[in-house]
């Protein structure tokens, strides 16, 4: 059963940083996309940034120039780094991947999910 653990979530003032992780916590074939999503309260999951396998990167308008999202395929973990964080940006933040297990055997996980929260 593949995991994907997040850390690095809390309560930060506005104009500061956060750096949240996720790593796939079981051996992995292959990864393709990595992302970040994020939820606030009476929202709906929204995407924030994603990563492919090829290190091309995509970013929610709101975020360009703030957030960068960063993969390390030999520690199966990826990374957004935020800063310069708003009282807006407050969240659940999700990792997802595109991952194999196996050859043939893919599949969309998620995390269980990190609280980001910014105060003005």
């Known amino acids: 059963q593949v995991q994907l653990v997040e850390s690095g979530g809390g309560l930060v003032q506005s104009g500061g940083s956060l750096r949240l992780s996720c790593v796939a916590s079981?051996?992995?074939?292959?990864?393709?996309?990595m992302g970040w999503y994020r939820q606030a309260p009476g929202k709906q999951r929204e995407l924030v940034a994603s990563?492919?396998?090829?290190?091309?990167?995509n970013y929610a308008d709101s975020v360009k120039g703030r957030f960068t999202i960063s993969r390390d395929d030999s520690k199966k973990t990826v990374y957004l780094e935020m800063n310069s964080l708003k009282p807006e940006d407050t969240a659940v933040y999700y990792c997802n991947a595109d991952l194999t297990v196996s050859p043939g055997m893919g599949n969309t996980y998620w995390g269980q999910g990190t609280q980001v929260t910014v105060s003005s």
């Open positions: 990563i492919s396998n090829g290190y091309i990167t």
């Open positions: 079981t051996r992995i074939f292959s990864i393709y996309t």
